[in-house]
């Protein structure tokens, strides 16, 4: 075997190890939450609105969606990943919201490996984001960084900022320096929209600033309180948790408060972290989010149910939504958003102490 092929063989493992892990369940934060739990929709009993009034049409990317939800990226480079990738966007593209690929890292090493990204077949219309790690885009002539997204038929690209979970890894990058410059570069080469995202340690407003202010206009704050990436390499390797790793399981901003830290930006958020039901999403919709992300529950759902479980879990999660729409006298996602609501806890603490977007 060459060299070549025991890299992509150790990418297929590493890809397969992650899948892995939640067809068990998942790796969940340990204490954290999401603090969306602290945000409490005020109950209108005279909504005046009937169910099927409700319209969840939205607008994001440049694009409209028939719901505020996303399938978020979480896997490719494996061929079981192929076929999970492929049902997840057809079931996106039904539904009419937007459906993001793994890291295509792999498939930018090893172009072989592009089949477990190709989606287009099953699913010709859906809003499809590809994925490339901060990393990655600093060594490559940017030309092949376009023929990776002409190559899938993306719409758009995630870059991926995952220093937490890099820093997990025993090969992880460890050099950060100049990213902010490449996105600035990237954004300007390339003609499909760029949503910077986390991988589960949230997008603060210092981080957005930086952001904004090269041109970002897209982003996905990916936050804590759900699945630690940290938790997953550290299982992965089976490195022992002892109390200095087990320190930064749970690192990052809590998905509200990175939404709080975000009020009155002026971005397009995507709010992904820890959201499991409707109820989640209505909440962060209420904190300024323009659509909710979620990937864990649709992978655990394939792998309970096929594409059916994807496509019931999807739905009870749209039909949730729907109810709190009509229980908070919401006609539109616009109207959720400005929707009452009492900030309690911890949330509160935290936005007294950060203040606004503009502190």
């Not at 997840?88 to 592009?114: K, N, T, Y």
């Not at 900030?343 to 936005?351: A, D, H, M």
């Amino acid at each position: 075997m060459t060299d070549s092929n025991d890299k992509q063989a150790d990418i297929e493992r590493r890809k397969l190890d992650h899948l892995s892990f939640f067809k068990e369940g998942g790796v969940e934060a340990q204490s954290q939450t999401t603090w969306l739990e602290y945000v409490r929709p005020i109950h209108q009993a005279l909504p005046e609105l009937n169910l099927e009034e409700i319209d969840t049409g939205t607008r994001f990317a440049g694009r409209e969606f028939k719901a505020p939800l996303f399938i978020t990226g979480m896997t490719g480079g494996a061929s079981e990943a192929a076929e999970i990738n492929r049902t997840l966007a057809r079931v996106a593209e039904d539904f009419g919201i937007g459906f993001g690929l793994g890291s295509q890292r792999a498939m930018l090493e090893h172009p072989e490996l592009a089949a477990t990204y190709q989606v287009r077949e099953s699913a010709p219309k859906v809003f499809l984001a590809g994925n490339i790690g901060a990393a990655q885009i600093l060594d490559p002539p940017l030309e092949r960084i376009r023929d990776m997204l002409e190559s899938v038929g993306a719409d758009a690209l995630c870059i991926h900022l995952n220093p937490a979970q890099e820093l997990a890894q025993p090969e992880g990058d460890t050099e950060f320096k100049g990213v902010l410059e490449g996105i600035r570069i990237l954004l300007e080469f390339l003609d499909v929209p760029v949503i910077v995202k986390e991988v589960g340690a949230g997008l603060s407003r210092e981080t957005v600033r930086q952001l904004k202010h090269v041109g970002v206009r897209s982003i996905d704050i990916s936050g804590c309180g759900g699945t630690s990436w940290v938790g997953v390499e550290l299982k992965r390797h089976r490195i022992r948790p002892d109390a200095e790793r087990l320190s930064f399981w749970d690192w990052g901003l809590p998905t509200a408060a990175a939404l709080s830290d975000l009020e009155d930006s002026g971005m397009e958020i995507l709010a992904s972290g820890g959201l499991r039901t409707g109820m989640d999403a209505a909440r962060a919709i209420m904190l300024g989010a323009d659509l909710a992300g979620m990937a864990s529950p649709m992978i655990q759902a394939y792998y309970a149910g096929g594409e059916a479980g994807c496509r019931a879990a999807l739905q009870g999660i749209l039909d949730s939504l729907r109810k709190v729409m009509l229980l908070t006298g919401c006609r539109s996602v616009s109207a959720l958003k400005d929707a009452p609501h009492v900030i309690l806890g911890p949330l509160r603490e935290w936005r007294e102490q950060r203040g606004g977007w503009n502190r």
